[in-house]
């Protein structure tokens, strides 16, 4: 079982930066930020695997960056040059699965969320 608990989340003007943090609890292969904005699928923003390994989506190439610490107990998603489309509530995502995914059908543990509101 992984308890995530995400935090850091807030309101920042089009251009500046936010970093989220999710607290982890239990072992994982991989953990993903999603995000979700009223109306819309959930999108998978980033995920690392245990051994480094990241990948993005494309709208977010360049400007956000995924990163653990070293006992993998807190993930971090830096956000920069954040835009009004980066609206949304992001959530902490672990998984027991191998590789890297974005998909949301791909992991197993949730966090509750934490929003992130850009106004231009």
């Known amino acids: 079982q992984v308890q995530l608990v995400e935090s850091g989340g807030g309101s920042v003007q089009a251009g500046g930066s936010l970093k989220v943090s999710c607290a982890a609890s239990?072992?994982?292969?991989?953990m993903a930020w999603f995000r979700q904005a009223p109306g819309k699928e959930r999108e998978g923003v980033a995920c690392?695997?245990?051994?480094?390994?990241?990948t993005y989506a494309d709208s977010v190439k360049g400007r956000f960056t995924i990163s653990q610490d070293n006992g993998r107990i807190t993930l971090y998603l830096q956000m920069n040059n954040l835009q009004s489309d980066d609206t949304a509530m992001y959530f902490c995502?672990?998984?027991?699965?191998?590789?890297?995914?974005?998909?949301?059908?791909?992991?197993?543990?949730w966090g509750q969320g934490t929003q992130v509101t850009v106004s231009s």
């Open positions: 239990g072992y994982s292969r991989r």
């Open positions: 690392i695997t245990n051994y480094g390994w990241s």
């Open positions: 995502a672990a998984s027991l699965g191998w590789g890297c995914s974005l998909r949301a059908d791909g992991y197993d543990f």
